[in-house]
């Protein structure tokens, strides 16, 4: 709603409204549960927005959603990481070590040898190599 007005009042024809809005959520998008929002919804609004997600999120939402989910999960930090290249154009940007950035937490807390599907999916999407998938595991 401010970020609206804002818009109607300002005189600057570039005012960027999702800017606006991030900015005005700022102080509390630190303690937004992201976990739990529908898939829909993180996809389409929050990744699609330029909100940007932690690690720590990334595996939050793949605990409380579940192990199933390990590609929900990659393609919400692939949306992210593309969403990084449009607002940070930089011609040194790595899609891949970006979205291996965001999914660290979701690597680093994830009992592997519980869900080996994960494991197989992170080596196939170049996330993680075959070794340190083994390594993982056992």
């Known amino acids: ?16 409204l999702v800017d606006s809005i991030k900015a ?9 549960d992201f976990s739990r929002m529908t898939k829909k919804f993180l996809m389409n609004f929050v990744a699609a927005k330029g909100f940007l997600l932690t690690p720590a999120e990334f595996a939050k939402i793949l605990h409380f959603k579940g192990y199933d989910n390990v590609d929900f999960v990659y393609e919400l930090a692939e949306k992210q990481a593309l969403k990084k290249q449009e607002i940070f154009p930089n011609e040194n ?10 999914l660290s937490g979701v690597i680093s807390s994830t009992e592997w040898y519980k869900i080996e599907k994960c494991a197989d999916f992170f080596v196939a999407k170049g996330i993680v190599t075959k070794v340190q998938a083994l390594r993982m595991l056992y």
């Open 1 to 16: 709603m401010q970020s609206k007005k804002k818009q109607e009042l300002s005189p600057d024809a570039n005012f960027n």
């Open 24 to 32: 005005d959520l700022a102080e509390i998008i630190p303690s937004v």
């Open 93 to 102: 940007f790595s899609l891949t070590n970006s979205i291996k950035a965001d």
